[in-house]
């Protein structure tokens, strides 16, 4: 495994990724009691590390984890660490280690923090933000508050697995007619040049290139509109594109087996695209 | 920690539980991917075996986790192992260790293994069997897989953390305006002396001490109906009560605030309760 190379920060002890081992009485192992981001790294730094670590105190604070630092020290000291250019940051916190027992009502649990930064050889999204992908839709019968963002992932796993094996890179979910989001990433759509995204809610993780988008976009004088959108004006968008921290802006071209627009990466997919690239080369 | 004293086996290898390690590439710690069974020792002996064994199974199936053995061998192993003649068996399996990645498509994994069993000093549900227990209500907003026994637990270890901090000690989920099931139970209303239990679904687990108490219960003549069961029958139950391995048959005697019935442990939970200490008394 590549990972062996990697070096990861484990409740502050260094040591190479495929060597860190947790108590299996961690409440991450038993009940998905954790908490994570995922930052991209370029040119050695992270990318909106204000936005992640801010969601990430949302986070904790939801869950009601006392993990009291900011973290971005530690994020930039393990991206160092790895001396990576191009890559990603990985950080998840569980409650800790306690018996086995659902409720944490009382218990003072001391958290578990996991750091690891994966360089990219290669931009990881750059074959298929070229040619666009193929997308399923797909039921959204993950839990209710996927607007934190927990390791309460198996729904998701299940569904982006099923995706790959129709041959399709995501599923884009609908839950009750609407769409959410992707399994791990954002929805955008285009329509007659304007772009349109599921408002924030229980349902769909606030993700931080979803909001870089919506800024930016706006900014440039864009219409951005944040509404429901019905599962059928997928299938009569001129655009369809996620987003995510590593994929980027990546054009969904094929939905359920059939084009979408023009079946290519359209002209709005690439403007948000190089709003991104702008502010990436702008990075000092 | 007492679980120090347990001796667990972890991939076949035998040692106390607070000294297992899982690495943290386990997919289990990153994303919940692992499927479990809790079951009850009673005299040396695991209650139910085949019916925990089975579901196990078909957990793994609906995961498509292939974990080529039936366990029984192994629960058995580990109870003699820790010579436990009252307690509870604890065996979990996770998909395995790989790169970070929701998706498993094309992955060939090794399962990772644990077992476990605690013992019981005292019966764990002696007290609460003899005063009954407070619930609440609270909104099922667990994902739409709830038949399917995994560790993606993090709803049901929140909202029961909530009922704890309610006063109460269980919680009885509402999806859609029904009853679907506890936090960690199956839920049954009694009323005009009929047993009333919500039917199999997605929503709800198939708890063995569920199909046991409705197979004892028919067998004796008693008129059990499977049916949804609104909320607000609860309010206007004669009896209330949960089932649980560990818990076994527990009466709620008071929801939100309000007493069930009398507001006491009623007949027909002792009637229920009698059935299932018959059947541990003719253990062998």
């Not at 904790?60 to 994020?75: C, E, K, T, W």
């Not at 979803?210 to 509404?227: K, T």
């Not at 079946?263 to 997919?269: K, L």
Request: glycine fraction near 6%.
């Amino acid at each position: 495994m590549n990972e062996s190379s990697i070096i990861a920060s484990y409740n502050g002890k260094s040591l190479p990724l495929t060597e860190v081992f947790a108590p299996v009485l961690d409440r991450a192992f038993m009940f998905s009691d954790a908490v994570y981001e995922v930052l991209r790294v370029y040119k050695g730094k992270p990318f909106l590390l204000s936005a992640h670590t801010t969601r990430l105190q949302a986070s904790l604070r939801s869950m009601r984890i006392a993990a009291n630092q900011d973290f971005g020290d530690a994020i930039l000291n393990n991206i160092a660490e790895n001396q990576v250019k191009e890559g990603m940051v990985y950080l998840q916190i569980s409650r800790g280690v306690a018996p086995r027992n659902h409720s944490f009502f009382a218990m003072e649990l001391k958290p578990s923090i996991l750091i690891y930064t994966k360089p990219f050889l290669e931009h990881p999204a750059a074959k298929e933000q070229q040619t666009g992908i193929k997308g399923i839709t797909h039921e959204d019968y993950r839990w209710g508050r996927c607007d934190i963002k927990t390791t309460n992932l198996l729904a998701n796993c299940l569904i982006q697995t099923h995706a790959n094996e129709m041959g399709a890179q995501e599923a884009i979910l609908i839950r009750n007619g609407v769409v959410s989001e992707g399994t791990s990433s954002n929805v955008f759509i285009v329509k007659n040049g304007i772009f349109i995204t599921p408002p924030k809610s229980t349902f769909i993780l606030a993700g931080t290139r979803r909001q870089f988008l919506i800024d930016g976009l706006l900014a440039a004088g864009h219409s951005v509109i944040e509404r429901q959108v019905e599962k059928t004006e997928l299938f009569n968008a001129d655009e369809i594109f996620i987003s995510s921290t590593v994929k980027e802006v990546t054009s969904v071209v094929q939905l359920d087996q059939k084009p979408v627009g023009k079946g290519i990466v359209g002209p709005f997919a690439k403007l948000a695209q190089a709003l991104l690239d702008d502010a990436i080369l702008a990075m000092k």
